[in-house]
């Protein structure tokens, strides 16, 4: 078991940034697969942005450019930059670890731009 917990969200213009963090309760040191998701009112949970085979990357084609994700494994912690937020872009954006037996999401955390 692991839990996850989200944080860094908020209510940004457009154009703005703000950075997620994702601090998981065991150690990530292993973990090859873990990332971010979001889920816009009325719409499916969507990939953003994951870490695969470790340190490899994989986005979201509308995300590319404007997002990055990074980890520190000495904080058991992922973390999602977004820069030039669009409207678009507002959602609830969850953590995901798949390790430890199974696939741990965390509950959360709202981003909301306006225009």
């Known amino acids: 078991q692991v839990q996850l917990a989200e944080s860094g969200g908020g209510l940004v213009q457009a154009g703005g940034s703000l950075r997620l963090s994702c601090t998981a309760s065991?150690?990530?040191?292993?973990?090859?697969?873990m990332g971010w998701y979001r889920q816009a009112p009325e719409k499916q949970r969507e990939l953003v942005a994951t870490f695969t085979r470790g340190s490899n990357t994989n986005y979201a084609d509308f995300v590319k450019g404007r997002f990055t994700i990074s980890r520190d494994n000495t904080k058991n912690t992922i973390f999602l930059q977004m820069n030039d937020l669009k409207p678009e872009d507002t959602a609830l954006y969850y953590c995901?670890?798949?390790?430890?037996?199974?696939?741990?999401w965390g509950k959360g955390t709202l981003v909301t731009v306006s225009s």
């Open positions: 995901n670890l798949i390790g430890f037996g199974g696939s741990y």
């Open positions: 065991r150690s990530i040191f292993t973990i090859n697969t």
